[in-house]
């Protein structure tokens, strides 16, 4: 039996999980804050995720060009309990990742822009 895009998405999203245990959780979200696709913890509320992350990304990218830093790759907020960290799949979504504070964001970063790549052929 085929599996869904959705399915797939969250198969690469729990992938990029298990590969890179720093990663506590994930979404797919579109450039209009709607969830595609998710490996959340249960507490967490999708809807505030997805329209955050969307938010974050608009905003990166306006930041971005405005000040004449090119294209967005990625935009990352550090708190005291760790990072959340967005990064662009094409066009039409965000890769966003909730990560511990004592991750090496190098490999965080590679291992994401792997998996946005992947990403971006279901989207």
Same mark, same amino acid.
Request: no cysteine.
């Given at each position: 039996?085929?599996?869904?895009?959705?399915?797939?998405?969250?198969?690469?999203?729990?992938?990029?999980?298990?590969?890179?245990?720093?990663? $506590?959780?994930? @979404?797919?979200?579109?450039?209009?804050?709607?969830?595609?696709?998710? @490996?959340?913890?249960?507490? @967490?509320?999708e809807?505030?995720?997805? @329209?955050?992350?969307?938010?974050?990304?608009?905003?990166?990218?306006?930041?971005?060009? $405005?000040?004449g830093?090119?294209?967005?790759?990625?935009?990352?907020?550090?708190?005291d309990?760790?990072?959340?960290?967005?990064?662009?799949?094409g $066009? $039409?979504?965000?890769l966003?990742?909730?990560?511990?504070?004592?991750?090496?964001?190098?490999?965080?970063?590679?291992?994401?822009?792997?998996a946005?790549n992947?990403?971006?052929?279901?989207?």
């Amino acid at each position: 039996m085929a599996r869904s895009r959705t399915e797939l998405m969250v198969d690469r999203l729990r992938e990029l999980q298990t590969a890179t245990p720093d990663i $506590e959780a994930s @979404a797919i979200v579109s450039v209009d804050g709607l969830i595609m696709a998710s @490996a959340l913890p249960s507490d @967490a509320e999708e809807d505030r995720v997805s @329209a955050m992350s969307a938010a974050m990304l608009s905003l990166g990218e306006r930041i971005a060009g $405005e000040l004449g830093r090119g294209t967005l790759d990625q935009v990352y907020v550090r708190g005291d309990s760790g990072y959340v960290i967005l990064m662009a799949i094409g $066009e $039409e979504a965000v890769l966003t990742a909730l990560v511990r504070d004592s991750a090496k964001l190098g490999l965080v970063f590679l291992d994401m822009k792997r998996a946005a790549n992947d990403l971006a052929k279901l989207v």
